[in-house]
């Protein structure tokens, strides 16, 4: 069996499952946020009873984080009606947005959009958010409200989005039935080159493949490649898988990833156990792809999808109005180490956003000295904007006075992970998605711009 079929088969119960068969799984995680939270709570009501109970208590992970700093009423109803749920059903783990569970939040305009608005339970952008606080363990089931879900791939879990429906019925039962997908085998070899990240990788892969190549598919990441990517790294990578129309993506347990999560379980008092599966001799792929790491450019997927690969040293020619950096995908604390590598002592010359994923990353990025200066203000001096209200703000276009979106029709290179029209915001603006060294070389150009032309010495 492939890695993912070892999980399903395990949650199922059964000795074995192969692609294809539909089998009840048993779900460890359930989480929610703030767009789909309301319309899952919904159908848990409407299906369970108004009275009814969450199937765990423990298990049901609430975190606001889409259209949060935002003056938009109907955004914010959204999280108080995620507050009221987490108090009637007693829910342990809800990241709010304010202290109070009793308040509301609301827009402090002396603050403005770049200085923080948010309590301390807060957490950021959910994916991101779910590691950092000890809910993703090597082994497990993990469904989410949202497509990236997939991003805890990397942990060596099946992880993956499901829609409200699903979703309150998992809030009712703990379970859900699942057609287990046919794997893709992505086989890492080599080593990344200066100026190429993860993110590189898997817009390569995308490109390969096509942006519904991995359609309700596996996609596995293993082979020695994978020893020197990050543990960022690995979730840039999964992330995406979903870009590719992937069911989830999967990579295998090493002593990186043990090191993470037990920390992470350790400092959050949260469930310190698990059991990672690992690869067997007799695992059947319907795709096969060789990765030379060592091989890869700085690579961009253009408009109008994530499969447009070009290379960046090929896309000179394109002008841009803007540059943005944040998300899940691309918002990390690493993300920004690099971004801030390119930009250290040099001057952006268009519009430049930085997001950070969660609130612990605008902490790291305030307090890591580089020289006499923080990662921030290097950032801040290079002439990027940088909010400390970290979550998912422009990467999905959001209420119109969310930080960052293109509210004209606009050309921006990002280093968030989806590009269809009008995904940050105005339907007729362009993304180019790129790594954020590859982000921060442009915004120094105000064009598609080759990182390694920027590399310091
Ligand atoms: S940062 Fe973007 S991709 Fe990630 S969860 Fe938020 S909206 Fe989705």
Same mark, same amino acid.
């Given at each position: ?5 070892? *999980?399903?088969a395990? $949650? ?8 294809? +068969? ?19 709570? &919904? ?5 369970? &009873? ?7 208590r ?14 938009d ?24 947005? =304010? ?17 923080r ?6 957490a ?20 989410g409200? +949202? ?5 805890? %791939? ?19 039962t ?43 598919? $596996? ?5 020695? &490649? ?6 960022? +790294? ?27 999560? +037990? ?5 959050? %008092? ?8 690992t690869?067997?001799k007799?695992?059947?792929?319907s795709?096969?792809l060789?990765?030379? *790491?060592s ?38 604390? #690493?993300?920004? =180490?690099?971004?801030?590598? =390119?930009?250290? %002592? ?45 979550g998912?703000?422009?990467? *999905? %276009? ?9 509210? $004209?029709p *606009?050309?921006c290179? #990002? ?7 009008g ?5 007729? #603006? ?10 921060a070389? #442009? ?15």
């Amino acid at each position: 069996m492939t890695l993912t079929e070892k *999980l399903l088969a395990r $949650a199922a119960s059964k000795k074995r499952v192969q692609a294809g +068969d539909n089998v009840w799984v048993q779900a460890d995680i359930l989480m929610t946020h703030d767009v789909c939270g309301p319309g899952t709570i &919904g159908v848990f009501k409407r299906e369970f &009873g108004k009275t009814a109970k969450v199937w765990d208590r423990n298990k049901v992970v609430i975190i606001p984080d889409h259209y949060i700093f935002t003056a938009d009423s109907m955004s914010n109803r959204n999280v108080d009606i995620l507050r009221d749920f987490v108090k009637e059903q007693g829910i342990t783990y809800f990241y709010d947005v =304010i202290d109070d569970p009793n308040g509301h939040w609301v827009f402090d305009p002396t603050k403005g959009a770049m200085k923080r608005q948010h309590g301390s339970h807060y957490a950021g952008v959910c994916h991101a958010a779910l590691p950092q606080k000890g809910h993703t363990r090597p082994g497990e089931i993990l469904f989410g409200t +949202d497509s990236h879900t997939c991003m805890a %791939g990397a942990f060596n879990e099946f992880a993956t989005g499901i829609g409200n429906t699903d979703a309150g019925f998992v809030m009712g039962t703990g379970k859900l039935l699942l057609k287990v997908p046919e794997t893709m085998h992505f086989r890492l070899e080599g080593k990344l080159q200066p100026g190429v990240m993860a993110k590189d990788i898997i817009l390569h892969s995308i490109g390969e493949i096509g942006f519904d190549g991995a359609t309700y598919r $596996a996609m596995q990441f293993d082979g020695p &490649g994978v020893a020197s990517l990050s543990i960022d +790294d690995r979730m840039t990578i999964a992330n995406m898988a979903i870009e590719a129309g992937g069911k989830n993506a999967i990579f295998e347990f090493d002593a990186q990833t043990q090191a993470f999560v +037990d920390y992470r379980c350790k400092l959050n %008092g949260t469930n310190p156990s698990y059991e990672p599966v690992t690869r067997d001799k007799r695992e059947k792929f319907s795709y096969e792809l060789v990765l030379d *790491l060592s091989k890869l450019e700085p690579t961009v997927a253009c408009h109008p999808n994530p499969g447009q690969r070009k290379l960046a040293r090929e896309l000179n020619a394109i002008k841009l109005d803007r540059a943005y950096i944040g998300s899940c995908t691309g918002g990390k604390t #690493s993300d920004f =180490i690099e971004f801030a590598r =390119i930009l250290r %002592g040099k001057r952006v010359i268009i519009d430049t956003f930085g997001v950070p994923a969660t609130p612990e990353i605008v902490h790291d990025l305030q307090t890591a000295r580089w020289g006499q200066q923080t990662v921030w203000e290097i950032l801040v001096a290079a002439g990027v904007k940088m909010t400390e209200n970290a979550g998912c703000a422009a990467c *999905l %276009g959001g209420p119109v006075d969310t930080f960052g979106r293109m509210n $004209a029709p *606009l050309k921006c290179i #990002s280093a968030t992970n989806r590009n269809f029209p009008g995904r940050m915001g105005h339907k007729d #603006s362009q993304v180019f998605l790129a790594s954020p060294a590859t982000v921060a070389a #442009s915004a120094l150009t105000g064009k598609i711009t080759d990182p390694r032309e920027y590399l310091p010495a």
